[in-house]
């Protein structure tokens, strides 16, 4: 077992830093938390795309670069460290992509990917309904055939990016008869189809990111049908494990980790140095011992991907995990900044440039958002335990 990157991947993360510290430096964007899911910069998203990092993994013929996850890994990584704008392309190059390689058709591929990995298309994914989030196989909305194509009707919500994104990986149910994991169809949804009305929702922070999506007689044409009719189900599972186990769920806040451990080396309360107090040293160096217990669950699935084995329970235990940690990691940081940490980033008086209550604000989707925790922890219990499933 070695530990260590080889000197490539450690040459590769220095270009990768260097290429954003450079950005940062000529103000295309100023760090922030959540970059990859609030973050939108079509414009970041093709710098990425000109340096051949948006579908870095994918193979040469569909325009990606042959890289392992290992590689993807240490790039996203140094976009989340750097609180990089990336969430134009986020979705598209870590499950969309992967998807349509996956199962779509050599049309598709073709289509698609060439257009995904030069930013030229952004997509987002419709799967929660208002009645099916954690059951998500009781979806109903509606996709039959008529002629050439399918006629959707029905409604997704939460639907992250869906106001700007160019497309949609949209999932529907196309056998009301058939037990309810047997009649699931997936589709890619052009946003701009006759029919499609995308609804704001508006978030505790006060921003729009989600949405509600309604289609009322969307046409779509059937060659945009992904894969087998009636199998998406099994199709959407290893879809799950790309998007639990990134390491998005541990480092989405972590420019709040840095400006805190920053904080306390420069800030003094009743004449002594916050660095010199014990019990925030120590809830400091906890935080970090959880952070790199989680990294190495990261780096364990990243592995095992690039093994080309597929992951079990284990991105179920890694989003929990860092999941959690970034709950913790919040919560700890409002603890020891004290009153003024609430205050909104606007504030001249909010320290660690406002980070910590935008976060606060934040942090209880990342329990809930692709997967909660008492459904991941279920898939530990029967996956990893071997324990029957709950009812
Ligand atoms: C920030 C954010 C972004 C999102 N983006 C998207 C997106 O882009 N596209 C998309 O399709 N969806 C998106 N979602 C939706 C997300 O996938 C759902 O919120 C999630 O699957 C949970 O579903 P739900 O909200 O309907 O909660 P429910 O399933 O109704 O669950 C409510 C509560 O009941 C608990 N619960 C439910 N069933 C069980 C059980 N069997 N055992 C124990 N406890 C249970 C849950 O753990 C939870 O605490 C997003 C959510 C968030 C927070």
Redesign the pocket.
Known sequence: MDFRFNEEQERFRKEVRDFLEEEIKKGSFKPQCDGW?EGHSPEFSRKLAQKGWIGLAWPKEYGGQGRSYLDRLILTEELLRYGAPAASHWFSDRQVGPSIIAYGTEEQRKEFLSKIVKAEVFF?????EPGA???LASLTTRAVEDGDNYIIDGQ?I???GAHIFTHLYLVTRTDPDAPKHRGISEFIIDMNLPGITVNPIIDLTGARH?NEVFFDGVRVPKRYLIGEKNRGWYQITPQLDYERSGIERLMSNYPLFEALVQYVKETKRNGKPLSEDPIIRHKLAGLRVEFEAGRLMVYRVAWLLSQERLPNYETAMTKTYCSEFQQRLVHTALGILGLHGQLMPDSKWVPVSGRAMGSLLFSP?YT????????LR?IVAMRGLGLPS?R
């Open positions: 899911i987002g994914v419709g799967m929660s989030g954690s059951d997704k939460w639907s992250s989600f989707g809930l958002q692709a997967g909660t925790s008492e459904i279920n709950g």
